[in-house]
């Protein structure tokens, strides 16, 4: 199993630890249970020594690694000298908002506290990863990929492969997230990129462009082998071409769904987007070969330096990579080779996801629409003197109470249910607006893109079907063309500038749950809110409790007990903690034997 920089050690206790300790009996779901310390170190991905945010002292973080309906603990530690919420994106925290990590549904965890999420993943399978949620800190780091693999008893669609290897691709700028925070905040708009990342590691030398001294990627294989290979577009605003010189990529899996297997040359990652290709090492290995991901939409005669390249190293490899980087062979110069690629993302109806039945068998196409939401960004503008970016003329500004935890205190005012179901082109304002959906409705959401940069929309808590893009604008009439058959279910999917795309939810899952733009500029200056789902006749049974660490804030914060906050560093605790994990192993091992 070749795993390029994660090591198993992060986990300190294993499910049985959990189960002994807390009654759970042998046939409850397993638990796997992380500490997450969440740091600043020094990096110098593109020869510029800068502040990085680490997790456990790795850039990128560690794997996060459970199967179907494993129950998750992560204690993350904030290290930093600002707020932290984690968030956990594609994970559906059934009926369980209050471990989503954003601040519609989380008090922010202060500077040297720690929280402890826990959350079942429920009914998942598939690649995600996580990232923080605040302040343009997943521009600095932070994040790192989540596996949630089938049960045994559930088989996969494809070979088991010989191994796995993962990619955190993400456009990259030699400031850190402060220094953008500041330039948005004074109104300026980023401009390019300084480079794309791999892995937290710069471009190899493939030209004179690429200064000397870079650190870069260098994945290890073996001729013959099939790799699962993940990747993950965990960038700030930049589209990306991912590539692997002389070898087919067949994508099987995106956002934790089985899609219907098709070989690419190279393929188009958005930002916040997952996905698993089985690249077969079948080349004669008469050099290495580059990987490639690199900047798309954009001018790329003027973006040649946002471009991320590593190294596949084949154990008979007879020499270094040279030449120029391969080009990719689909064409985006007309909007209507453009979407081609994403046409092709569609379920395998037939493939089992975490449960035995086939994922076609939920037939979306059949439901009856009970609400439409049409969601227009509109390229940034200024409200109040400051640049900001807006959803159907709103932008956000997060309560200061989360929603639910106002609701449960009946806190008056901390949000608004009134979040427009169109555009209806009213000047833009700030304000706390989020939408009042109803449980068990079946809606559809509009994304229309009406900026000038290719966008990705994220939903918490949900997948979507994705069941039509286009360019233009969307009219009642477009649905007509929808793919009521197969199309991939998802929980990230992309907006081209001037176009829509259309998703179906089926709204099953109670709570508060974000709907974001990934691009982390937009987000940042607003372009996000909220569904809340409650089940009307919830009789206190349908959502679960807040948990009870949960933090308190806003117009609660005088019930938030002081932490007392030495627990990351303090030696004592380490001791107590290292003698409580090898107390536990011991019990576990008791266990396993009788
Ligand atoms: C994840 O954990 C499972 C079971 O503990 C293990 O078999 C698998 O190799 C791990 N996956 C990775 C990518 O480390
Ligand atoms: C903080 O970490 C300690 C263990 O070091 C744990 O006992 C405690 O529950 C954590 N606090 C929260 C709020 O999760
Ligand atoms: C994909 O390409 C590989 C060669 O790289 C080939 O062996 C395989 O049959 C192709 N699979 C499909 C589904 O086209
Ligand atoms: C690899 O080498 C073999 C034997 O020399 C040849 O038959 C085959 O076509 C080569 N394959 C590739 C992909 O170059
Ligand atoms: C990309 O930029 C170059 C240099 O500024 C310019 O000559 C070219 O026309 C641009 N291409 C497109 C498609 O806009
Ligand atoms: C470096 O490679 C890029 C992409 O292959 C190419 O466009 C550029 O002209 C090359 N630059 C130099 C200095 O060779
Ligand atoms: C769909 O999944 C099945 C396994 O359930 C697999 O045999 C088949 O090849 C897959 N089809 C496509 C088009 O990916
Ligand atoms: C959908 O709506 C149509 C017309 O309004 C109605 O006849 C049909 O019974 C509905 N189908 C379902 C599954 O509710
Ligand atoms: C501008 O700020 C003022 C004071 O905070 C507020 O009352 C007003 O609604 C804001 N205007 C807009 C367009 O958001
Ligand atoms: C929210 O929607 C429900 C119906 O789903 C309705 O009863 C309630 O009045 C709405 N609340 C507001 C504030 O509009
Ligand atoms: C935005 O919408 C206006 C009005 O419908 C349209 O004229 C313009 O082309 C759109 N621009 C983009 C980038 O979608």
Redo the contacts with the bound molecule.
Sequence with gaps: MASLFFSPSSVLASFLTFALLSGVSFAADPFVSYDYKVSYITASPLGVPQQVIAVNEKFPGPLLNATTNFNVVVNVFNLLDEPLLMTWSGIQMRRNSWQDGVLGTNCPLPPRWNFTYQFQVKDQIGSFYYAPSLNFQRASGGFGPIVINNRDVIPIPFPQPDGELFFMIGDWYTQDHKELRRALDSGKELGMPDGVLINGKGPFK?????PDGIDYLTAHVEPGKTYRIRVHNVGISTSLNFRIQNHNLLLVETDGHYTAQTNFTDFDIHVGQSYSFLVTMDQNATSDYYIVA?ARFVNE?VW?RV?GVGILHYSNSKGPASG??P?PKTDVSTPWSAMSQPKYIRQNTSASGARPNPQGSFHYGQINITNTYILQSLPPTTINGSLRATLNGISFVNPSTPVRLADLHKVKGAYKLDFPDKPFGRPPRLDRSIINATYKGFIQVVFQNNDTKMQSFHVDGYTFFVVAMDFGIWTEDKKGSYNNYDAISRSTIEVYPGGWTAVLISLDNVGVWNIRVENLDRWYLGQETYMRIINPEENGKTEMDPPDNVLYCGALKNLQKEQHHSAATSVSNGHWKLMFSMLMALLASVFIFC
Excluded at 206 to 210: A, C, I
Aim: proline share 8%; no cysteine; charged share 0%.
């Design positions: 493939y030209n004179s462009s690429v690199s005669t040649q471009t120029p980087l080009v």
